[in-house]
């Protein structure tokens, strides 16, 4: 029998998933944000199951023409631009939108004669003060890049980043909409017509109507998982896509007092059933999940018990006496929220999503 760890992608919640955030916010274009892999669930199968989206969002040049290799012929935006001047001539070959974050990135364009025709996304940071250009030299930046004669007209936009929209009650929010606002209607009056503008991720798309503008940018909620922070209630129908499973391959009975796996630091409590699962950090599961991580068996919820190893956990059955070698181990996806698994890890659901290594087969399935 072949070691059975595998992420099961159920490719109708993806599409689903998209369908509610076009129901979230009807009046803008979706640029589904596909990025690391479709956050680690395979992105070509998962592209394919957000053909309805209006644009892509990947981080790189190396992600766009992974998509273009395989036919996709959509709009591509690399989020972060490109990262060095030799990068420009495939980007706009294959027709890719860049975000423009920088002076150096300007001055590359500057230095670029091109036939063909390209949008830019000019980016502003109005307070997550990771990338952009600050209000101040935002609007002179926007100037530059309007001078250049292969920019598609109506092709410069206005793009910037939340910090702190998986907290809708957070004041951050309405500061950072108030600049964003500001400056586009600025440059609108400046330059006597309306550019597009997107800032809304996952979270603002579900729980702020009024940053939708013409573009939002949803992630993480196509995957399923709830974009807001541990404490604030999610309304949206979101369907989980990846299914992480094995199977126990060894159950024990243990004494009171034995203690389970490294460091001998799980003592048990009783005599009691202690399972072997075929997963571990060399799988993605995250070895700072705590004793006490609930996963399911056979539909119950059980335990980790012990520090997690690189291709092994142990388990707590004493929710599941009756749980046998070969018996299905839900380590998260259907019926065990990964956002739940991520408290448990002290992480976020992204990263764990994004963590599954590539030793783990996906398996597609659209029922
Ligand atoms: C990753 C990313 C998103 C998507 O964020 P989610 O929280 O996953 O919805 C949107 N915009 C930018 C710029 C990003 O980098």
Same mark, same amino acid.
């Given at each position: 029998?072949?070691?059975?760890?595998?992420? $099961?992608?159920?490719?109708?919640?993806?599409?689903?998933?998209?369908?509610?955030?076009?129901? *979230?916010?009807?009046?803008?274009?979706?640029?589904?944000?596909?990025?690391?892999?479709?956050?680690? &669930?395979?992105?070509?199968?998962?592209?394919?199951?957000?053909?309805?989206?209006? *644009?892509? *969002?990947?981080?790189?040049?190396?992600?766009?023409?992974?998509?273009?290799?395989?036919?996709?012929?959509?709009?591509?935006v690399?989020?972060?631009?490109?990262?060095?001047? /030799? /990068?420009?001539?495939?980007?706009?070959?294959?027709q890719?939108?860049?975000?423009? &974050?920088?002076?150096?990135?300007?001055?590359?364009?500057?230095?670029?004669?091109?036939?063909?025709?390209?949008?830019?996304?000019?980016?502003?940071?109005?307070?997550?003060?990771r990338?952009?250009?600050s209000p101040?030299t935002?609007?002179?930046?926007?100037?530059?890049?309007?001078?250049?004669?292969y920019?598609k007209?109506?092709?410069?936009?206005?793009? !910037?980043h939340? *910090?702190?929209?998986?907290?809708?009650?957070?004041?951050?929010?309405?500061?950072?909409?108030?600049?964003?606002?500001?400056?586009?209607h600025?440059?609108?009056?400046?330059?006597? !017509?309306?550019?597009?503008?997107?800032?809304?991720?996952?979270a603002?798309?579900?729980? $702020?109507?009024?940053?939708?503008?013409?573009?939002?940018?949803?992630?993480?909620?196509?995957?399923?998982?709830?974009?807001?922070?541990?404490? &604030?209630?999610?309304?949206? /129908?979101l369907?989980?896509?990846?299914?992480?499973?094995?199977?126990?391959?060894?159950?024990?009975?243990? $004494?009171?007092?034995?203690?389970?796996?490294?460091?001998?630091?799980?003592?048990?409590?009783?005599d009691?059933?202690?399972? =072997?699962?075929a997963?571990?950090?060399?799988?993605?599961?995250p070895r700072?999940?705590?004793?006490?991580t609930?996963?399911l =068996?056979?539909?119950?919820?059980?335990?980790?018990?012990?520090?997690? !190893?690189?291709d092994?956990i142990?388990?707590?059955?004493?929710?599941?006496?009756e749980?046998?070698?070969?018996?299905?181990v839900?380590?998260?996806?259907?019926?065990?929220?990964?956002?739940?698994?991520?408290?448990?890890?002290?992480?976020?659901?992204y990263?764990?999503?994004?963590?599954?290594? #590539?030793?783990?087969?996906?398996?597609?399935? #659209?029922?």
């Amino acid at each position: 029998m072949t070691r059975p760890v595998r992420a $099961r992608i159920e490719l109708q919640a993806v599409t689903h998933n998209l369908s509610v955030a076009r129901q *979230a916010a009807p009046q803008s274009r979706i640029m589904a944000v596909i990025k690391a892999n479709a956050y680690g &669930h395979g992105v070509i199968p998962v592209t394919r199951a957000l053909m309805k989206a209006d *644009a892509f *969002a990947v981080a790189s040049l190396e992600e766009a023409m992974q998509l273009r290799e395989a036919g996709i012929s959509h709009d591509i935006v690399l989020l972060e631009g490109i990262f060095e001047a /030799e /990068e420009l001539e495939l980007a706009i070959t294959h027709q890719l939108q860049l975000v423009v &974050h920088c002076e150096e990135q300007i001055s590359w364009l500057e230095g670029f004669k091109s036939g063909a025709s390209v949008h830019l996304w000019l980016k502003v940071n109005t307070g997550m003060n990771r990338l952009g250009f600050s209000p101040q030299t935002a609007l002179a930046m926007w100037q530059r890049l309007q001078r250049l004669r292969y920019v598609k007209t109506n092709g410069l936009r206005w793009l !910037s980043h939340l *910090a702190c929209a998986d907290e809708p009650d957070n004041p951050a929010n309405s500061t950072q909409l108030a600049c964003f606002t500001e400056l586009t209607h600025f440059s609108e009056t400046l330059q006597g !017509s309306a550019a597009e503008r997107s800032l809304a991720n996952s979270a603002a798309l579900l729980t $702020r109507p009024d940053m939708h503008f013409e573009w939002v940018r949803p992630g993480i909620m196509l995957y399923g998982a709830s974009p807001m922070a541990p404490d &604030h209630a999610l309304e949206a /129908e979101l369907q989980p896509v990846m299914t992480l499973e094995t199977r126990l391959i060894a159950v024990h009975q243990r $004494r009171k007092g034995e203690t389970i796996g490294y460091g001998q630091d799980w003592v048990c409590p009783e005599d009691m059933p202690v399972g =072997v699962a075929a997963i571990g950090y060399g799988d993605g599961y995250p070895r700072h999940a705590r004793s006490g991580t609930p996963m399911l =068996v056979n539909g119950s919820t059980v335990t980790l018990a012990g520090r997690v !190893s690189m291709d092994m956990i142990c388990v707590d059955l004493r929710n599941q006496p009756e749980a046998k070698a070969g018996d299905v181990v839900t380590l998260w996806g259907a019926g065990m929220p990964v956002e739940k698994v991520a408290q448990y890890a002290g992480t976020i659901s992204y990263e764990l999503l994004c963590g599954v290594t #590539s030793r783990v087969p996906r398996f597609y399935q #659209s029922t």
